[in-house]
């Protein structure tokens, strides 16, 4: 019995960190795609009853702990990129157009290769474009309300130091107290306690394909879906991606209707799930992972209640909490972009132009950030100097001095291990 009990507590923790950690950047962002309240309150009941269902399944079948979760970075990328041309519908079709793309690199392994071999400073430099925006709101909040955003701040940083798992939840917590005190006596009395499914019909633009269902695709690929593999891959589990890419691309098809961006592999929660604190034994946590689906899948009956509570809070507040739920999301992604000091002005070019949130023939920034970034890369790859002959002899006046680096043909240190085969991933859920 108590090896049972130890990977089910594990699994209800992670489903209540992953809900209560980031489900404010979903609401955040599937409003500002243009959602009621009541069409966000459907997509965060969508996406928790599809990434439920996925972990489940990916678990019991596979025997492996595979958490699944939204894609909190492409919930920032919807606040950074706004409403699409078209509205809300558009902004579904662009849902389901992701979620056919990730199908496809399930399908097709050099389509998954491809988005993989994207160069990670880059990819780093779009994502930490895309979380600039809702990480600056903790500043914003403080200079606007000044006592309400300052507790939820100092109980972030109280829970950061002494117990860091709960600290977004935390300030969750606080930012929750605010609201009921200060919030208007009727404002949460129509709050439904259960929420309803509401289907959009979906529809289509060039401009939100490109500017809207791409960058969600390769975010949700770059910032979730490899990250997760190489968490498990940190534990000793070889998971099957492609059945992962497949039942994840399923899911965000079937949760799009309903107003849900996408669904795919979990980072952090991985780890709660898939570590030794959800069970001494390897063979055991699949329970854990299997529990939080469940349990993801229950806490989304109160997507009505959040979403009532978001609406009645000042904005500001809760892209407050959404941002300190991503400042983790966003020193690992600048991390990555500038480690290397030979893509550092190509990963800083991105950042920019990303963060800019510029709309170029109704393009968001995040397309355009990748793309000058890989256009800085191709440039100085150009402009690199040639190696010499094998057979063209060194100047005779000019030694090499004793502390200067190895020649060109000798062999320099080896390559240092990638920080994500180790099991550290961006930091989002």
Not at 226 to 247: E, I, K, N
Not at 252 to 262: N, V
Not at 317 to 342: C, F, K, N, Q, R
Request: aromatic fraction near 6%; hydrophobic fraction near 55%; charge should be positive.
């Amino acid at each position: 019995m108590a090896g049972r009990v130890q990977p089910v507590l594990a699994g209800v923790v992670t489903a209540l960190v992953g809900f209560a950690s980031s489900f404010t950047v979903v609401l955040a962002g599937l409003r500002a795609a243009g959602a009621s309240d009541a069409q966000a309150a459907s997509g965060l009941l969508a996406l928790c009853v599809a990434s439920g269902l996925a972990a489940a399944w990916l678990g019991w079948r596979y025997r492996i702990p595979m958490s699944v979760a939204w894609s909190t970075p492409g919930a920032a990328l919807l606040v950074a990129t706004g409403p699409p041309p078209g509205g809300w519908p558009v902004a579904v079709g662009a849902f389901l157009v992701s979620g056919v793309l990730i199908v496809a690199a399930g399908l097709f392994p050099p389509l998954g290769r491809a988005v993989a071999a994207i160069p990670k400073p880059v990819a780093g430099a779009m994502l930490a474009g895309v979380l600039l925006p809702l990480c600056t709101a903790p500043v914003r909040a403080l200079v606007e309300l000044p006592v309400v955003a300052g507790s939820v701040v100092v109980g972030w940083l109280l829970l950061h130091r002494f117990a860091r798992r709960w600290a977004v939840p935390g300030a969750l917590v606080v930012a929750v107290a605010a609201i009921a005190l200060t919030a208007p006596p009727t404002g949460l009395t129509g709050a439904a306690l259960i929420p309803s499914v509401t289907l959009t019909a979906p529809a289509w633009n060039a401009s939100a394909l490109v500017g809207l269902a791409l960058p969600l695709f390769l975010v949700t690929m770059a910032a979730q879906n490899v990250p997760g593999m190489a968490v498990l891959g940190g534990y000793g589990y070889r998971p099957p991606f492609g059945a992962a890419l497949r039942t994840t691309g399923l899911a965000s098809l079937l949760a799009a209707p309903a107003g849900g961006h996408a669904v795919n592999l979990a980072a952090i929660t991985a780890a709660l799930a898939a570590g030794p604190d959800a069970h001494p034994d390897p063979e055991r946590r699949w329970i854990a992972s299997v529990t939080a689906g469940a349990g993801l899948a229950v806490l989304g009956l109160g997507a009505g209640v959040a979403t009532t509570l978001v609406a009645v809070a000042p904005p500001i507040l809760i892209e407050a909490v959404a941002g300190l739920a991503l400042l983790g999301a966003l020193a690992t992604a600048l991390a990555s972009a500038v480690t290397d000091p030979a893509t550092r002005e190509a990963a800083v070019v991105t950042f920019v132009v990303t963060a800019s949130g510029v709309t170029l023939i109704g393009v968001g920034g995040a397309f355009w950030g990748l793309v000058a970034g890989c256009l800085m890369l191709l440039l100085f790859r150009r402009r690199q100097p040639a190696p010499p002959a094998p057979d063209q002899p060194a100047a005779p006046d000019q030694p090499a001095a004793p502390d200067q680096p190895a020649a060109p043909d000798q062999p320099g240190p080896p390559d240092q291990p990638d920080p994500a085969a180790q099991g550290r991933s961006t930091r989002v859920s």
